[in-house]
């Protein structure tokens, strides 16, 4: 990647973007239903509560889906790069990108692990990297 887009938070999205900075990949929990859910929202997409709670991302997960995209969309990504949906261990699903793997290294539910990409503003961006055991 070049020259990052950068993150504007908002008032759901500020605490999750202040923990990237410290390496925390948060995840919300629904305190009514149990329901953990990730990206962000200001209600559980489960049972609409407004009661939720962050609780930290082992940061484990395999991967659901990918692509490799050759194409940017523009001068701020740099081709190739891997888009993929992972499925972290906590339940919830997020899209990502797989750094640091080739492409032919790649293929749906091999584990993956969190790592971490700095932004120009301090904030981190959640990537992911093969888990080698
Ligand atoms: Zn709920």
Redesign the pocket.
Known sequence: MSEHVLPIPDDVTTPWWEATKEGKLLLQT??????VQHYPRA???????S??HWVESAGHGVIDSFTVVYRAPSPAFTAPYVIARVRLSEGPTMLTRIVGADESELACDLPVSLSWESLSDGHQLPVFQLTHE
Do not use: P, R
Request: hydrophobic share 25%; proline share 0%.
């Open positions: 629904c305190l009514e239903c149990q329901h209600v559980c997409t489960q049972c609409a509560g009661q939720l």
